[in-house]
């Protein structure tokens, strides 16, 4: 099964149990995020990634010029561990790991999350590739990703058990919307993958296809 249908069918079974109001809810924050044309803000292909540093799940910084040294990277932005979707993106993406090391590209993901909510994550999904802690969400910004949770989802999200000040060490409800960007060894971005949907990720498939194009 690929990640997109993987996507599809966690969303059906989580929409048929969920009321109707919740959905109702939900579905209109995404909604308005489309509308928002906070893709148009985003960087996109042809666009020059920033230089930034973060660190990873124990600790250590890692920069982007780091990891470009060598050749192309795949830089994946997702919300947090609490992300169902996220954790499926994430654990595709592990299994894609080899044939994205094989085209001499390296991996890394970024959430706001802390690092040791990041050191978990890395646990759970048994990652093997850097997992980066965007903290207040300064690099996700510089890509144009950031929105704030309406206030109508908060106590649904809690309602969910997701706390997110504590995961994300701030009260901004602050997120990225998920984007994966190839990135090419000068900077270019090669490809970019936005979407305000949640629900929908690229496909470790296509990643591959965008990194054999380079």
Known sequence: ????????????????????????????????????????????????????????????????SDLLANGPVVISFYRGQWCPYCNLELRALQEALPEIQSLGAKLAAISPQTPD??????????????????????????????????????????????????????????????ATYVIKSDGAIAHAFVDPDYTKRMDPADIVAALRSL
Do not use: C, W
Request: net charge negative.
């Open 1 to 64: 099964m690929n990640l997109p249908q993987e996507l599809a069918d966690h969303l059906a079974k989580s929409q048929a149990n969920r009321p109707p109001e919740i959905k109702q809810v939900m579905g209109k924050a995404t909604e308005d995020l489309v509308k928002s044309g906070i893709t148009d803000q985003s960087l996109n292909t042809g666009d020059t990634a920033p230089n930034f540093s973060l660190p990873n799940a124990t600790g250590q910084t890692v920069a982007i």
């Open 117 to 178: 909510n990041s050191l978990s994550t890395t646990e759970k999904n048994e990652l093997t590739f850097e997992v980066l802690s965007d903290v207040g969400n300064q690099v996700a910004r510089q890509f144009g990703l950031v929105f704030s949770l309406p206030e109508e989802l908060r106590p649904i999200y809690q309602g969910f058990g997701i706390d997110l000040p504590a995961h994300n060490g701030d009260k901004t409800f602050e997120l990225p919307i998920p």
